[in-house]
């Protein structure tokens, strides 16, 4: 069932166009190529979960303006460099972890896994835990929180890239059988 919004014409295929070359795999009945990807199981979302991102940002931004003058010089360094490589490495991820899971590539879904685990939860790690910098109720309410959505997610993309490297192994072992079957069948004696 189509939904009528209330975006010109226009504006929607420039969006649709713009977001199409962003995720590939996001091709939609009003953009004019066909469905690259076709899912076997409902795609879900939660849109309260997907403004916790923001949520985080606004909060980190406000946190760190109102510490900013109280810490040290190479203080404010770091809180400055970690909120700025969470803030790049949180886009990566997120890009990685949506094409790596819903496409089922392993590459992608690795790459958003070492991005978590190296990157992000070192970070996050330093920010809750250094007795040094000043940390504000709010701010370590929301570290906690983003500490214990990052560890679900490293947990669920271990648990998917094992199942999905699996899978993908026994489809390329059952292709190798199938080819290996029809060249004896042809006479073929395909290299050992």
Not at 167 to 180: I, M, W
Request: hydrophobic share 50%; net charge positive.
């Amino acid at each position: 069932m189509a939904v009528h919004t209330p975006l010109p014409p226009n504006l929607r295929r420039g969006l649709t166009a713009f977001s199409s070359a962003i995720f590939t795999t996001t091709k939609t009945w009003d953009s004019s190529t066909a469905h690259l990807y076709h899912p076997v199981h409902e795609v879900l979302a939660s849109l309260p979960l997907q403004g916790w991102g923001p949520a985080w940002g606004w909060q980190g931004q406000g946190c760190a303006l109102l510490q900013y003058n109280l810490l040290p010089r190479y203080y404010q360094l770091l809180l400055l460099a970690a909120f700025l490589i969470l803030t790049l490495a949180e886009g990566a991820r997120l890009y990685l972890g949506y094409i790596g899971n819903l496409q089922e590539k392993v590459p992608e879904l690795a790459g958003f896994l070492l991005l978590s685990l190296l990157i992000q939860l070192p970070l996050l790690l330093f920010l809750l835990t250094d007795h040094l910098t000043i940390r504000l109720p709010l701010e370590l309410a929301v570290h906690s929180l983003l500490l214990a959505f990052l560890i679900c997610e490293v947990v669920a993309a271990f648990l998917a890239l094992r199942v999905m490297s699996r899978q993908l192994a026994a489809q390329f072992y059952l292709r190798q059988f199938k080819v290996g079957s029809r060249g004896d069948a042809a006479g073929y004696d395909p290299p050992h």
